[in-house]
Each structure stands twice: as structure tokens, then as C-alpha cells.
């Protein structure tokens, strides 16, 4: 079974500022997808950015890019030029792809989430 | 495109009562999730439904709670006799197909009261 562990339950950044939230992970599979998903106080969950495992390179969307060490099995959210709008709970999900190993190769595991607010 | 729709948005339900909750995935989506949220927690698997099959029911409780995704109509998550443990925000998703990553709903919070 897969456990995503995300250390930080809240964090607080000043606008305009940058900063990074932590997520590892622990599994035995080779391939997956590793995501920052973001939920407002709307409740809506955002997808923000999306990793594949068998790529080195880092994603990166807009203001948003992710240091993924596979390796130490850690995914951490880089959020540059923090905006007001990030105030939210970030939370970091595993799925196994569907050439992973059998069942469950399509369930998100999520961490509990950090809380992030962005200070005006 | 209308995004995945759940409804109803709120749901306050007495003990032992019953609750059904509605998902409509998006147009040209036939996989359906759904996911518990607890207060303070993140989201825990439920059950994943492919038009008129359960495919994998195992975060499931064994008792009270059902799913369906019928042919024609929305998916439904049912709860019978409801206790105050249900109390939560229950998401619905929706994807194309079984490969990484899929489109939220905004929830349903149930409230037993």
C-alpha cells in the first residue's frame, strides 16, 4: 500500500514571496503519477500540477513547478509570487499508472494537506 | 463542457434517515470515483464505477453504504440509516479513462444531525 506523508499542516507565506511545501511518499511501484491538488475554501478540488514518475524532468505551471527526487521519494510545491487566490489546502496525491501492478492503479492516495495562507 | 456536477451541494440528514447523493461525470466520461473527505483530512477512496459496474468497491464500508452508475442518469452514492460518523464531504470524479489523473466535483456535504 502507498502512504503519502505531508509534514507541514500549515504554512504562511507574505504576497508576492515564494515558497515550498513539502510532500514524500512511500511505495514499491516503478511507475506512477505523482499531484498537487489545491482546495479553496469553494471546497473545489484544483488540480495544480501532475507528474509522471518515469520522467526526470520537473513539471512546471505558470508560478507553480515541483522538485520531484525520486530517489528519496519526495514531490515538494514550489509556489512563486504568492497571490491572495493561493490561500487554500494543498494536498499531494500518488496514483499508480495502469501498467502498475494490478488493482488500484487508478485510486488517488492523498496526504492530510497543508494549509496554506498568503499574507497581504 | 459543463465540469463534473454534483448535487445536491449541502445535505442535512437526521439519524437513521437516508442519503442519496448525485454525480453527473462530464460529457464523453465513463468513469465515475467517489472519495470521503473527513474534516481535517484528505480525501480516502470509495469506490470506482465504470457505466453499470462496480469495479472496485474496497474503500467501501461494509454495511449501509451502496453505489450505482447506471446506464442512463447520474452515479449515486446511497446511505442508508445514517449516523453521525458519516458526517463529511463526499466527491465525485470523473475521467475518460483509467490512465493518471482525473476531473473533481465540488462535493457534498452531508450533515447528520
Known amino acids: 500500500a502507498q502512504t503519502v506523508t505531508q509534514s507541514q499542516p500549515e504554512m504562511s507565506v507574505q504576497e508576492a514571496e515564494t515558497v515550498t511545501l513539502s510532500c514524500t511518499y512511500d511505495?514499491?511501484?516503478?511507475?506512477?503519477?505523482l499531484f498537487w491538488y489545491k482546495q479553496p475554501p469553494s471546497r473545489q478540488m484544483i488540480l495544480v500540477i501532475r507528474?509522471?514518475?518515469?520522467?526526470?524532468q520537473n513539471a512546471t505551471e505558470n508560478r507553480f513547478s515541483v522538485n520531484f527526487q525520486k530517489a528519496a521519494k519526495s514531490f515538494s510545491l514550489k509556489i512563486s509570487d504568492s497571490q491572495l487566490g493561493d490561500t487554500a489546502m494543498y494536498f499531494c496525491?500518488?496514483?499508480?499508472?495502469?501498467?502498475?501492478?494490478?488493482?488500484?492503479?487508478?485510486?488517488?492516495?492523498f496526504g492530510k494537506g497543508t494549509k496554506l495562507s498568503v499574507i497581504p | 463542457n459543463a465540469g463534473v456536477m454534483q448535487n445536491p451541494r449541502h445535505l442535512v440528514r437526521r439519524r437513521g434517515q437516508e442519503a442519496r447523493l448525485r454525480c453527473s461525470p462530464m460529457?464523453?466520461?465513463?468513469?465515475v470515483y467517489w472519495y470521503r473527505q473527513l474534516p481535517e483530512e484528505g480525501l480516502k477512496f470509495m469506490v470506482y464505477?465504470?457505466?453499470?459496474?462496480?469495479?472496485?468497491e474496497s474503500g467501501m464500508p461494509k454495511e449501509r453504504f451502496s453505489a450505482e452508475f447506471p446506464k442512463e442518469g447520474p452515479s449515486i452514492l446511497r446511505i442508508q440509516q445514517v449516523v453521525r460518523g458519516d458526517s463529511a464531504a463526499y466527491f465525485c470524479?470523473?475521467?475518460?479513462?483509467?490512465?493518471?489523473?482525473?476531473?473533481f466535483g465540488s462535493g457534498t456535504r452531508l450533515t447528520v444531525v
Open positions: 511505495t514499491s511501484e516503478s511507475n506512477y503519477y
Open positions: 496525491a500518488f496514483m499508480k499508472t495502469a501498467r502498475g501492478s494490478g488493482a488500484g492503479s487508478y485510486q488517488l492516495t
Open positions: 470524479a470523473s475521467s475518460p479513462n483509467r490512465a493518471g489523473g482525473y476531473t
Open positions: 507528474q509522471e514518475a518515469y520522467k526526470q
Open positions: 460529457k464523453g466520461h465513463s468513469h
Open positions: 464505477l465504470q457505466k453499470e459496474n462496480i469495479i472496485d
